[in-house]
């Protein structure tokens, strides 16, 4: 009976005396409401009704959603949801005294960080125009974690990262931008219109001047062609003309035959190539005298030039 009186309360004095602490937490002892020392994870021991457990601390990560709002230089609201990444900055003593003592609870410290993260948004949402904020995304990150660092620093936290997930407008501000966004779409389309219409028509009479340019060039070498034709056609005439009236001489013929065989072979020429064209010919013995003299006239000159 002895043994059980004395082993009652032992057992009740060492189970008081355990403390386990959780992985990814610290616990906060204080003797008679001051601070005392701190517990890391594991199995822990204290002095039964003089050290207490006054707060259990999580160094883990922790995260908080955010929303709320904004006014910018042009009076227009904005309205943000962000996510936030905190943790506590280390495991040292005067870290985890800020944590435990810096705030009552949990609830009042979220409240002060929640405002002063809207408080550094505002702020910095207020020199704006409605107009950048879309696009100034990454620079209110940035300005806030710029602003809070050295804050939750000195209440032993670290802010990891802090992200804008969503930022919208009122109604009738996203009704004004989509139709300054279509109108600046429909600008943008009349002008490229008229650009490709300029470039399709610059390019039409670049095209027609280059034909005209090359049917120019072929009709002059075409007439130039035919003008060396029709020279060496006359020249081979003259000739043989001149051959044919040596023979002649050397057979002692008349060389006017040759201007005669010329006339008939233009008669029959006509006759067989006359595609239902008139042509007028003095078919008498007098037009064909005539003509004959125009030839020798003609044969005669052509000589006188090779010479």
């Known amino acids: ?134 696009s100034l995304r990454n620079e209110i990150v940035d300005d806030v974690k710029s602003n809070l660092d050295h804050i939750l620093n000195g209440w032993g936290y670290h802010l990891i990262d802090l992200q804008i997930n969503d930022i919208t407008f009122d109604e009738e501000i996203v009704r004004s931008m989509a139709k300054v966004v279509a109108s600046n779409n429909l600008k943008a389309a009349a002008e490229n219109e008229g650009q490709a219409l300029l470039i399709t028509k610059t390019k039409s009479a670049e095209a027609e001047g280059n034909a005209i340019r090359i049917s120019a060039e072929a009709e002059r070498e075409a007439a130039k062609l035919r003008g060396q034709g029709l020279a060496q056609f006359r020249e081979e005439v003259a000739k043989g003309m001149a051959v044919a009236a040596k023979e002649m001489e050397k057979a002692s013929l008349d060389s006017s035959l040759i201007l005669f065989a010329l006339w008939t072979e233009t008669l029959r020429q006509v006759a067989q190539e006359g595609k239902g064209n008139v ?12 003509s004959m003299k125009q030839l020798a006239a003609l044969s005669i000159k052509e000589t006188e030039k090779k010479k």
């Not at 002895?2 to 990814?24: D, E, K, R, T």
């Open 1 to 134: 009976m002895f043994f059980l009186f004395w082993l009652i309360p032992a057992l009740v004095l060492i189970f008081l005396s355990v403390v386990i602490v959780q992985q990814g937490n610290v616990a906060v002892i204080t003797v008679f409401g001051k601070y005392q020392r701190v517990m890391t994870p594991g199995l822990n021991f204290k002095i039964p009704f003089i050290e207490y457990v006054y707060r259990v601390i999580s160094i883990q990560n922790r995260s908080a959603e955010l929303s709320f709002q904004a006014i910018t230089n042009d009076q227009a609201n904005v309205y943000f949801k962000a996510m936030l990444l905190y943790t506590v900055t280390d495991q040292q003593e005067e870290t985890i005294k800020n944590v435990a003592f810096k705030f009552i609870d949990n609830t009042n410290f979220m409240q002060a960080l929640v405002r002063s993260i809207e408080g550094s948004i505002r702020s910095f949402v207020a020199t704006k125009k409605q107009s950048e904020i879309l």
């Open 279 to 290: 042509i007028f010919m003095d078919g008498s013995i007098d037009g064909m005298e005539k």
